[in-house]
C-alpha cells in the first residue's frame, strides 16, 4: 500500500471506528497523517516526512522515540519472559522497586507499580483513605491527574468532569500556587494535600518559591499525607530528577509514569514510605494489586530508562538545553507581544501563552508545516506545550527556534488579512 493509500485507510478506519471528531480536530491542526517511525527527537510519518517532536508524548519521551538500549532491553526479556505470572518472585520488579528507593527523595521506601498515570493516582488516593482513616483531599484548580473515576475527581478542569457527575466525594479544590488557600482548607480531617509541582495540562504553571514546602508543613501540622503527582514532571524533565528536588521537599507518596517506560512500554508508579506501606499491605498483600501492574517487560523499561537518565546526567541536559529553548522562544515573543503573552518553563517543561486559543491553532498547524510537533496543554487551550525529547540535539533546539519564528512571522501574515 502507498503512503497516500494507507493513510486514507487510517483516516476512513477512524471516521468509522475511533473517534470522527477526533479525526475532525486532527485535521484542522494538520495532523491527519499516520506516525510510523522514530528515533531521538524525530518523528517519521508513513510519507516519510519528518518532524521534530516538541509534544514528546506529554512527557513520556523523554529518552526519546525508540531508545536503542531500552528497546534492546525489553526485548531480550519480551523473548525470555514478557508478563508476569505472579506466581514466583519478580526480579526486574524487585530491582525498579530498589532503584526507586534509592533515588526518590526522603523516606519513599517501596514502590507498587502499575501501568498508567491515573492508575498510580487511583492507588495514591487509596492509600491515603487508608494512612490516614479521613477521605478529604485538597488538590489544586486546574489539575490534570488523569481521567479514571478517582483520578477525575482530584483533578481540576470542570469539562472533562461535569459529565460524569458524580464523582468521589472528599475533594476540595483550592488556587494553585496559594499557600494561605492551602493553609485555610487542610484540617484535622485531610487525608492528603494532592499537587503537581508544576501544573503541567494547566498550561506550565510553575507555583512561587516555597509553595511545596508550605504545603510539606501543613500537611504535617495536620497528620495528613503529601502526595506529589510527578507523572510529568518526574525523572528529569524540569532539569532535575524530580521537580521537587527544587525546593527540597519530600512527598509522603510520589506517583510516577510517562517518562518511566523509557518511551518504550507504558508503566505507573506509587512510590510512598513504611507508613503508607504498612496502613496498606501488612494485613492484606493483595488489598491493591492489578494483573498487568509490575510486569517484567515494563519494569525492565523502567530500571534501563532510569540508569540511562543517571549514566547520561539527562537532569543536567534538560536545564541546558531548557534555557538555550526558552532563551530562544523569548526572544521570538519580543517580536510578536501581541501574539504571545508569556513563555515560561523549567529545564524542557515549557509553556507558551497565546493571546487567543484560535491564534495558537493558527500556530500549531504553520508549526506543522514547517517540521515542528507541538500542541496546547489539555487544561488550557492557550498555552502551546513545548516538551522535546532531553535527548533532543542543539542543532535541532535551533531548527524548533526557526521554525517558531516562521510560524509566528506566518501567523502575523493571515491575522493581517483577516484585519
Ligand atoms: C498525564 C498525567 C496523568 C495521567 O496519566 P495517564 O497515563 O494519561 O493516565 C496524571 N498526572 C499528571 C500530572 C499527568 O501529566
Not at 515560561?344 to 507558551?352: A, K, P, S
Given at each position: 500500500?502507498?503512503?497516500?493509500?494507507?493513510?486514507?485507510?487510517?483516516?476512513?478506519?477512524?471516521?468509522?471506528?475511533?473517534?470522527?471528531?477526533?479525526?475532525?480536530?486532527?485535521?484542522?491542526?494538520?495532523?491527519?497523517?499516520v506516525e510510523w517511525e522514530g528515533s531521538g527527537a524525530t518523528l517519521r510519518d508513513a510519507?516519510g516526512?519528518e518532524y521534530i517532536d516538541?509534544l514528546g508524548g506529554?512527557?513520556t519521551f523523554s529518552l526519546g522515540h525508540a531508545n536503542p538500549r531500552v528497546v534492546a532491553a525489553v526485548t531480550e526479556q519480551m523473548?525470555?519472559?514478557?508478563?508476569?505470572?505472579?506466581?514466583?518472585?519478580?526480579?526486574?520488579?524487585?530491582?525498579?522497586?530498589?532503584?526507586?528507593?534509592?533515588?526518590?527523595?526522603?523516606?519513599?521506601?517501596?514502590?507498587?507499580?502499575?501501568?498508567?498515570?491515573?492508575?498510580?493516582?487511583?492507588?495514591?488516593?487509596?492509600?491515603?483513605?487508608?494512612?490516614?482513616?479521613?477521605?478529604?483531599?485538597?488538590?489544586?484548580?486546574?489539575?490534570?491527574?488523569?481521567?479514571?473515576?478517582?483520578?477525575?475527581?482530584?483533578?481540576?478542569?470542570?469539562?472533562?468532569?461535569?459529565?460524569?457527575?458524580?464523582?468521589?466525594?472528599?475533594?476540595?479544590?483550592?488556587?494553585?500556587?496559594?499557600?494561605?488557600?492551602?493553609?485555610?482548607?487542610?484540617?484535622?480531617?485531610?487525608?492528603?494535600?494532592?499537587?503537581?509541582?508544576?501544573?503541567?495540562?494547566?498550561?506550565?504553571?510553575?507555583?512561587?518559591?516555597?509553595?511545596?514546602?508550605?504545603?510539606?508543613?501543613?500537611?504535617?501540622?495536620?497528620?495528613?499525607?503529601?502526595?506529589?503527582?510527578?507523572?510529568?514532571?518526574?525523572?528529569?524533565?524540569?532539569?532535575?530528577?524530580?521537580?521537587?528536588?527544587?525546593?527540597?521537599?519530600?512527598?509522603?507518596?510520589?506517583?510516577?509514569?510517562k517518562s518511566?517506560g523509557g518511551g518504550v512500554m507504558p508503566i505507573?508508579?506509587?512510590?510512598?514510605?513504611?507508613?503508607?506501606?504498612?496502613?496498606?499491605?501488612?494485613?492484606?498483600?493483595?488489598?491493591?494489586?492489578?494483573?498487568?501492574?509490575?510486569?517484567?517487560a515494563a519494569?525492565v523499561a523502567g530500571?534501563t530508562a532510569?540508569?540511562i537518565?543517571?549514566?547520561d546526567?539527562?537532569?543536567?541536559?534538560?536545564?541546558?538545553?531548557?534555557?538555550?529553548?526558552?532563551?530562544?522562544?523569548?526572544?521570538?515573543?519580543?517580536?510578536?507581544?501581541?501574539?504571545?503573552?508569556?513563555?515560561?518553563?523549567?529545564?524542557?517543561?515549557?509553556?507558551?501563552?497565546?493571546?487567543?486559543?484560535?491564534?495558537?491553532?493558527?500556530?500549531?498547524?504553520?508549526?506543522?508545516?514547517?517540521?515542528?510537533v507541538?500542541?496546547?496543554?489539555?487544561?488550557?487551550?492557550?498555552?502551546?506545550?513545548?516538551?522535546p525529547p532531553l535527548v533532543i540535539t542543539?542543532?535541532q533546539?535551533?531548527?524548533?527556534?526557526?521554525?517558531?519564528?516562521?510560524?509566528?512571522?506566518?501567523?502575523?501574515?493571515?491575522?493581517?488579512?483577516?484585519?
Open positions: 500500500m502507498d503512503a497516500d493509500a494507507l493513510t486514507a485507510d487510517v483516516a476512513e478506519k477512524y471516521q468509522k471506528f475511533v473517534n470522527p471528531t477526533a479525526l475532525a480536530l486532527l485535521k484542522i491542526a494538520g495532523f491527519d497523517k510519507h516526512t516538541c506529554y512527557g523473548q525470555r519472559l514478557p508478563l508476569s505470572s505472579k506466581t514466583f518472585l519478580n526480579k526486574p520488579l524487585a530491582d525498579l522497586a530498589a532503584l526507586l528507593a534509592a533515588i526518590t527523595p526522603g523516606n519513599l521506601q517501596y514502590s507498587f507499580i502499575c501501568n498508567s498515570g491515573a492508575e498510580a493516582l487511583e492507588g495514591a488516593i487509596k492509600f491515603a483513605r487508608m494512612t490516614t482513616g479521613r477521605t478529604k483531599i485538597i488538590s489544586a484548580e486546574g489539575s490534570y491527574h488523569g481521567k479514571t473515576l478517582g483520578a477525575l475527581s482530584a483533578s481540576g478542569r470542570d469539562t472533562y468532569k461535569t459529565p460524569f457527575a458524580p464523582l468521589l466525594p472528599g475533594f476540595v479544590h483550592v488556587p494553585f500556587g496559594d499557600s494561605e488557600a492551602l493553609a485555610v482548607a487542610v484540617d484535622g480531617e485531610t487525608a492528603a494535600i494532592l499537587l503537581e509541582p508544576i501544573q503541567g495540562e494547566n498550561g506550565i504553571r510553575i507555583p512561587p518559591d516555597g509553595y511545596l514546602k508550605a504545603a510539606r508543613e501543613l500537611a504535617d501540622k495536620h497528620g495528613a499525607l503529601l502526595i506529589l503527582d510527578e507523572v510529568q514532571t518526574g525523572l528529569c524533565r524540569t532539569g532535575k530528577l524530580f521537580a521537587c528536588d527544587w525546593e527540597g521537599v519530600a512527598p509522603d507518596i510520589m506517583t510516577l509514569a518511566l505507573g508508579a506509587i512510590v510512598g514510605t513504611q507508613r503508607v506501606w504498612d496502613a496498606v499491605f501488612r494485613e492484606n498483600p493483595y488489598l491493591h494489586t492489578s494483573t498487568f501492574g509490575g510486569n517484567e519494569c530500571l532510569l540508569t537518565m543517571q549514566e546526567n539527562l537532569a543536567e541536559q534538560s536545564r541546558v538545553k531548557g534555557e538555550k529553548l526558552l532563551a530562544g522562544l523569548k526572544g521570538i515573543q519580543e517580536k510578536h507581544p501581541a501574539l504571545i503573552m508569556e513563555v515560561r518553563g523549567r529545564g524542557l517543561m515549557i509553556g507558551v501563552e497565546f493571546s487567543d486559543s484560535d491564534i495558537q491553532k493558527l500556530a500549531i498547524g504553520s508549526l506543522v508545516e514547517n517540521g515542528v507541538v500542541a496546547y496543554t489539555l487544561n488550557n487551550t492557550k498555552i502551546m506545550r513545548v516538551q542543539d542543532e533546539i535551533e531548527k524548533v527556534i526557526a521554525a517558531f519564528d516562521q510560524a509566528l512571522t506566518d501567523t502575523a501574515d493571515v491575522l493581517s488579512l483577516l484585519d
